[in-house]
């Protein structure tokens, strides 16, 4: 990224940038999306954009930092103050369906920047999986779930709740499918304890 906005007036400008990045490209696909189109359903100079961007990859590697960012402020928020891996891992799996169900058009997003932005996509899973596997390796280390490769256990429960997420959010997106949160709950107690 170039530069952040420094006045009230650029955050608010920037901000329809992103805002239009993420409906534009969920609605075309990235590679579809101009930044001509984003700009334009922003309502702000073509100009503008590569004030902040220095190109569409460079917003896209913005809109995965922001994807990471607000989903694990969520999903912290949420399991702040439960107590036991297994319930925090229960209560932050619910958090995750529950964010990616307000922010489908984000999760659409990071899933386009596997082709378009491999090391940005790398990076958003990398990072969720150091910080997932230190804090199963100190339950572990408490006895709270048994003693295994932490780094496998992070990606197993990542990639479970991501393609859950992607079945029943993007791809039944109808209100007849329900989440099966129970069938998840015994799962996380079964590979936790098992």
Not at 39 to 44: E, K, P, S
Not at 69 to 83: A, L, Q, V
């Amino acid at each position: 990224m170039n530069l952040y906005p420094k006045t009230k007036k650029g955050q608010e400008k920037f901000n329809k940038i992103i805002k239009s990045s993420i409906e534009t490209i969920a609605k075309l696909g990235y590679s579809n999306a101009s930044v001509g189109e984003i700009t334009r359903n922003a309502g702000v100079s073509y100009g503008l954009f590569y004030l902040y961007f220095k190109d569409k990859d460079d917003l896209l590697e913005e809109l995965v930092k922001k994807y990471n960012h607000e989903m694990r402020k969520y999903i912290h928020d949420s399991i702040n103050g439960i107590e036991g891996r297994i319930n925090i891992e229960k209560r932050g799996f619910r958090a995750f369906i529950e964010w990616v169900k307000k922010n489908t058009h984000l999760f659409q997003i990071l899933l386009e920047a596997e082709i378009h932005r491999p090391e940005t996509y790398k990076w958003h899973y990398r990072m969720l999986g150091d910080h997932y596997a230190k804090y199963l390796k100190d339950a572990m280390k408490k006895g709270e779930i048994k003693d295994r490769d932490p780094n496998i256990l992070a990606y197993t429960l990542m990639g479970t709740a991501d393609f859950l997420a992607r079945r029943f959010i993007l791809w039944d997106n109808d209100s007849k499918s329900d989440f099966p949160f129970n069938e998840i709950d015994s799962l996380i107690e079964s590979i936790m304890k098992n």
